[in-house]
């Protein structure tokens, strides 16, 4: 007879391969069809709300893995904050201004200039839509839950009201403002840039040293002395009006072979030998403040008293350090912000700025420059200085240099007229709600704090055309109108007709009806043609898309990547506490960059960027949530093929172990019902039980604390070691030999049926496409198991007597499996089964070893047990009788065929 057709193997339609690739689109269109995210706020209308508001992406360009890590974890947590009872509104946003859709729609072939601004922005936005959806498919296919159907994006009316609103707002409080600074400013993008939109990269770097002759000396210097001042940006001579010396700080007069120059003190040693002075030394010493008002020849312009900047003066500065250069520092007013205070806010005097919005010197600075881009006239300049014998010395230095994030080029300080939003008034709140965050990883609060505490007044305006206009209109006298009445008018028109109206109308007609000032006694108005910076309008989200969309404010939770502590992080606490007197959100967490796995950033440029959705159409989205969820995230990160070979294991150990839970459930005709109560079973099953008991919480409060990692570890942990290397293992026995009924089996099956369960809830928020799955074989949840809820286990037990006696025989258990593989090693036995053991143990050891199994040789995987009196403790000899041709056990039994006892009865039932 052939006895494995009486075996209950097990049995199931749930594939071992995942196939994730091919099921997963189904799954998620199911759930769209099914209207699974409505159904999950319904399903929690009356519970406390948990709100992650969600950081736009640019909408431009396919998702990269940045965006895909990103949006895997926010989707982690709006689920597993779901399955522990919260109401979770999600609204998914886009930022959708900015140069890189003009730039993209230039390049496609539209024209601003000829085909006019409000055209051009309508294909702008045609363009951005497009970007949006392409971005929106990316997302969803890696399992995101949220609102898609009605995201915000920056460009839609309602948001760009809000935004106008809000402007108001900080503009009544007297936060806005117009004025005259040196931004950071993009020749190649012909725009100011915020500090978000600069990177710094190495760029090699001139380095001079130029001699400035002195012309009135005060009586203090004689005229054939010199000022030695050093600078890394030879294009800004041409525009000095200054040098600055500390006033406090010791400076000397030095006659050397080159002539009389005017140094710090404490550097003359060291700068003399690197002029080439042979020769030197030091004719007296003066206190900065000394030589203030001493005035200067330009070496560029001497003798041409037509020149704006022929001559210049000695000016007092207290930045000035003996760290770099000379302790004489050339000052440029539009080309440094310590520069522009220097010349323009404590000497009153007018800022030179002769660089044009493209980068290139204007007039100005003489037809010998006109039109050279800056970069271009180090060489120039350098090369005339020499010539005019004032050049001490030229060197290069290699050194981190700002550039525009987006073109990748060199971007310069430039003096322009801005508009800016006033952080020194609300510097001091700023850093109060700073505290008042719970930062993830805690050296945010740090960050933020020093971020804020150093930062400028920001300027908002962009020169460009897609974005969202500065609601600003001017009187014929040039005031500019900021009134209340004004911009909720101006708001009141792009909620109705959207921020294009800006561009279609007359200024006179974006006005109020019957609108007059006594600046305007002609009735004559013109508009702002500055936009707004990107970040402004990201940054009032908590307006336009939270508090217009009835999520509250503040939010529980903003999640983005760790430059946005300088972006998102950074406007939207700036814009949401000047405008609402608080931080927009109660906590903030933060992940890294994903890098190769040779550590270095993915990039299109570096061919080393590996696209999600070449991941999802191979391995399938719920690896790479499994990756998402693996990786310490708050780190840089790193994906590539090793890497996924290894993910995509980990998830079939994942798949195979919750398969062999399900197939031993008698093709899933096993259901809850049939479950024997916890208190009634056999210890070794409530052991197993009360470790799953125990994961719970363990798993909640990683979830909870953003430790998914730590979640996901302790999930594969105990399916490794107490399921798949310990209790599946010597259960098999049980579940296929047994009769279908017999208690013991059942026994088993409970906790099989309840481990199943348990897994699926918790992996439900990493693994969402798989555990739905399972839940279509299991049907813990009537429709969906992301409308459950986390498992509870009730467990009525003695769990501190069980866990004792269970320490007690799994330590005689660890004894038994090293006798048993010294005695394979030594050819005593083969397979464990081959094997009878004889244990000598200590009255406690057999008491509570008989407490926790009736079966010690069922449970410890051997065909016999015996107790010894004296002896070793575990000693192994092979078993005798003969093999059971049903269950391989070794029996001395006489039944027919040789069947075990055991075997024998299952038969006959």
């Known amino acids: 007879m052939d006895y494995k057709d009486t075996l209950h193997m097990p049995k199931t339609k749930f594939e071992m391969r995942g196939n994730l690739a091919k099921k997963e689109p189904g799954i998620q269109q199911r759930w769209q069809d099914m209207h699974l995210y409505e159904k999950m706020l319904a399903q929690r209308e009356d519970a406390k709300p948990f709100v992650l508001h969600d950081g736009p992406p640019y909408a431009n360009g396919d998702i990269h893995l940045g965006h895909a890590l990103n949006k895997i974890l926010k989707d982690v947590i709006n689920r597993s904050h779901y399955m522990e009872g919260y109401r979770v509104p999600y609204i998914p946003g886009w930022d959708t201004h900015g140069l890189p859709i003009e730039t993209a729609v230039t390049k496609a072939g539209y024209d601003r200039k000829k085909m006019g601004i409000a055209e051009f922005r309508k294909v702008c936005e045609q363009f951005a839509l497009e970007q949006v959806e392409k971005q929106k498919k990316g997302f969803l296919a890696l399992g995101s839950i949220g609102d898609y159907d009605h995201p915000y994006l920056t460009l839609r009316k309602s948001f760009e009201a809000k935004q106008i609103e809000v402007f108001g707002k900080m503009a009544m409080d007297g936060l806005i403002y117009k004025g005259l600074k040196p931004v950071y400013w993009s020749p190649s993008s012909e725009t100011a840039l915020a500090e978000a939109e600069v990177e710094y990269k190495d760029m090699k770097t001139p380095t ?77 010493t003066f206190k900065g403040k000394d030589l203030e008002y001493i005035t200067y020849e330009h070496p560029l312009y001497a003798g041409d008293e037509s020149h704006v900047n022929h001559e210049g003066f000695i000016m007092m500065a207290d930045y000035v350090t003996a760290d770099a250069g000379t ?158 009445e004004i911009f909720d008018h101006v708001a009141d028109l792009f909620r109705q007709y959207g921020s294009n109206v800006w561009f279609e109308r007359e200024a006179k007609d974006l006005l109020p009806d019957g609108y007059s000032t006594p600046h305007s006694p002609n009735g004559i108005f013109r508009k702002e043609t500055d936009t707004m910076d990107v970040w402004f309008d990201s940054g009032s989200s908590h307006t336009g898309a939270m508090l217009e969309r009835g999520l509250g404010y503040p939010a529980d939770l903003y999640f983005e990547g760790s430059d946005q502590y300088r972006g998102w992080f950074n406007s939207s606490l700036i814009v949401g506490t000047a405008v609402h007197g608080q931080s927009p959100y109660k906590a903030c967490l933060s992940h890294g960059f994903v890098m190769d796995e040779k550590g270095v950033k993915m990039s299109k440029s570096q061919w080393n960027a590996v696209a999600p959705k070449e991941i999802t159409k191979k391995q399938g989205a719920d690896v790479l949530r499994l990756w ?19 993910v995509s294991n980990d998830y079939r150990k994942i798949r195979n172990t919750l398969r062999f839970l399900m197939a031993n459930l008698d093709n899933n005709t096993f259901t809850k019902a049939d479950c024997l109560p916890f208190e009634e079973l056999a210890p070794l099953n409530q052991y197993i039980l009360v470790k799953l008991e125990k994961l719970i919480p363990e798993v909640i409060t990683a979830y909870n604390e953003y430790r998914f990692a730590d979640a996901v570890s302790a999930m594969s942990n105990i399916m490794t070691n107490e399921l798949s290397a310990y209790y599946l293992d010597y ?71 069980l866990m004792k006696d269970m320490d007690i025989a799994l330590n005689i258990r660890k004894d038994v499996l090293k006798a048993l593989e010294e005695a394979r090693a030594a050819q005593v036995i083969g397979k464990s089964l081959e094997a009878q053991i004889f244990l000598h143990l200590d009255a406690d050891e057999k008491a509570a070893l008989d407490r926790v199994t009736k079966k010690p040789a069922q449970w410890l995987i051997v065909s016999k047990v015996t107790f010894a009196e004296d002896g070793d403790r575990v000693r192994v000899e092979k078993a005798p009788g003969h093999i059971c041709p049903r269950c391989w056990t070794y029996t001395e039994s006489e039944n027919e065929d040789g069947l075990c006892d055991r075997c024998a009865a299952v038969l006959k039932k």
């Not at 998402?628 to 290894?646: F, N, P, R």
């Open 327 to 484: 302790g004489c520092v050339h000052t440029a007013s539009a080309f440094g912000a310590d520069d522009f205070y220097t010349v323009h806010n404590k000497y009153k005097m007018d800022v030179l700025n002769n660089v044009d919005d493209q980068g290139n010197l204007t007039a100005e600075a003489g037809d010998w420059l006109e039109g050279q881009y800056v970069f271009d006239a180090n060489k120039t300049v350098t090369v005339k200085l020499d010539e005019l014998g004032v050049l001490l010395k030229l060197s290069w230095l290699k050194h981190s240099y700002p550039h525009d994030w987006r073109t990748k080029k060199p971007i310069i300080y430039r003096a322009t007229t801005q508009w800016f939003a006033s952080i020194d008034k609300i510097r001091d709140e700023l850093l109060e709600q700073i505290d008042q965050v719970h930062w993830t990883p805690s050296w945010g609060q740090q960050r933020m704090h020093n971020m804020i505490a150093d930062r400028d007044d920001w300027c908002i305006s962009r020169q460009r055309a897609w974005g969202v206009p500065i609601p600003i209109i001017y009187a014929e006298d040039d005031t500019p109108l900021m009134e209340k």
């Open 628 to 646: 998402a969820c693996s990786v310490d995230y708050q780190a840089d990160v790193s994906m590539g093929q090793k890497i996924l070979k290894q």
């Open 208 to 284: 001079i040293y130029v001699k400035f002759k002195v012309k009135d000396g005060k009586g203090i210097l004689d005229e054939d002395t010199y000022f030695v001042i050093w600078t890394t940006t030879p294009w800004t001579i041409p525009a000095n009006q200054g040098i600055s010396l500390n006033p406090r700080m010791d400076y000397a007069l030095v006659n050397t072979d080159k002539g009389k120059m005017v140094m710090l003190e404490e550097l003359v040693d060291q700068l003399c030998p690197e002029f080439g002075c042979e020769k030197y030394e030091i004719i007296r």
């Open 731 to 801: 259960t098999k026995d049980i579940l296929y030999c047994d009769a279908e009924d017999d208690r013991e089996r059942r026994e088993v099956q409970t906790v099989l049926y309840t481990a199943c369960e348990v897994l699926t809830k918790l992996l439900a928020p990493v693994l969402c496409h798989t555990m739905e799955e399972v839940n279509d074989y299991m049907h813990f949840e009537e429709e969906s198991i992301h409308l459950g809820s986390f498992p509870e286990l009730h467990l009525n037990i003695d769990e501190e007597s």
